[in-house]
């Protein structure tokens, strides 16, 4: 039935095969060795091209004209704990989050959770509502100020899930 060896595994892909294009003179072709074994083969893949409906401006690498909820939120927290003066090590130990993940959330790395973004708050001495209004006023601030100013200001609530 099977033309596989009994100790074998049988490697199925989980995407179909691109059918083969020609290859074009900026890429140098890839080198063939025949000692390699056909896992290592997969390692060697090329990054996952961006979505097709991803905007312009993240395309060409630039940011956005509109700030990111995960910066604004970032930077209001790292602004409360210096205003404090305290470490990155003393919020993460009061609010049970790792150092690391902090600071990446500080630098607007991570999307944090709501638990994370509270526990941040709480560690803090804020409330959550609180984080989430004061990140709510640098944006409006932001983007009264930014090259977008001539957009209609929003005077409404701003969410977070």
Known sequence: MSNQRPNEARVIPLRPSRPSRPSSPSRPPHSSNSSRSSHSAHSSRQPAPRPVDAPDAARKGERPQEP???DLVGD???RERLAQERTLK???DAA???MPYLSEVERGRKEASSEVLAAAARALGLGLGD???LAQGELTRQRHSGPSASMTPYDGLCLAA
């Open 90 to 92: 003393d919020v993460a």
């Open 131 to 133: 984080l989430l209004s």
């Open 68 to 70: 990111l909820w995960r």
């Open 76 to 78: 209001v927290l790292r």
């Open 96 to 98: 049970r989050i790792s």
